[in-house]
C-alpha cells in the first residue's frame, strides 16, 4: 500500500512493489551512426538518383527535396550525436556537390524530420554548403578530415525522435550552379534508438 502511494506521487516512475522497486529502464538504447547516400529510400539511395535532382536545380532555386530516408520498424532517429559538452565525442558532417576539377555548386543545406504523410514538417538545420566541404575540388580532396574545421551536429535533443514510417530529409536550395555536376556525396551523422 505505501509502494502504491509513492508511485502515484512519484507520477507512476517507480515499479510495482513486487517487482523489487527502482525506476523503469529506458526501453530502447541509443546508438551513433551516419547517413550516406545508400541509405535513402528508393528514389534517393543512388548517386546517379541525387545528382539528377541536383544538376537540375538552377541557382536560386526554390527549396527541393534531393534525399529522404523512411524510418524503420522499431526504430526512432534523431539528426546528430553526442554532445557539445564533449565536442570531440559529437558528430560531424559533411556535404558536397561537384564538377569533378572544373567548379562546384554553391547552395544551402536544409536537414528536415516530417511524419509520413509530411503534414508536419520540421526544419532542424539549415547550414551553408561552402561550410560543409574543403576548396579543393577533386572526389578525395574535398571530404573535410579535420574535425576543428568540420560542422559538428550534436544529437538535436530539442526536437523530438522521428518514428517509424515518418522520415528523415535534406531539401537543398542553389545559390550557384556546377557546370555539371558528376559527384554528390554527404555523411551526416544521426542517433538511432532501437
Not at 557539445?84 to 567548379?103: C, E, K, R, W
Not at 579535420?146 to 542553389?174: H, T
Request: glycine share 10%.
Amino acid at each position: 500500500m505505501v509502494m502504491d502511494i509513492i508511485g502515484r506521487l512519484g507520477g507512476g516512475l517507480a515499479l510495482p512493489p513486487d517487482s523489487g522497486g527502482g525506476f523503469r529502464k529506458p526501453t530502447q538504447m541509443p546508438f551513433k551512426s551516419h547517413l550516406g547516400i545508400t541509405d535513402g529510400d528508393a528514389a534517393y539511395d543512388t548517386m546517379a538518383e541525387v545528382l539528377a535532382i541536383i544538376g537540375a536545380l538552377a541557382a536560386g532555386s526554390n527549396w527541393t527535396k534531393i534525399w529522404e530516408k523512411t524510418v524503420p520498424a522499431q526504430q526512432q532517429i534523431r539528426w546528430g550525436f553526442g554532445s557539445p559538452a564533449l565536442p570531440h565525442n559529437q558528430g560531424y558532417m559533411y556535404f558536397y556537390s561537384i564538377d569533378v576539377t572544373v567548379d562546384m555548386q554553391v547552395g544551402v543545406l536544409r536537414l528536415v524530420q516530417a511524419n509520413n504523410r509530411e503534414t508536419v514538417i520540421k526544419t532542424v538545420l539549415e547550414v551553408d554548403d561552402t561550410r560543409l566541404h574543403t576548396a579543393t575540388n577533386t572526389a578525395a580532396g574535398i571530404i573535410p578530415v579535420d574535425i576543428n574545421q568540420m560542422i559538428a551536429l550534436p544529437e538535436k535533443v530539442e526536437f523530438p525522435k522521428v518514428g517509424e514510417d515518418s522520415k528523415l530529409q535534406i531539401w537543398y536550395r542553389c545559390i550557384t550552379a556546377a557546370t555539371a555536376e558528376d559527384t554528390v556525396g554527404f555523411s551526416i551523422p544521426i542517433t538511432v534508438y532501437q
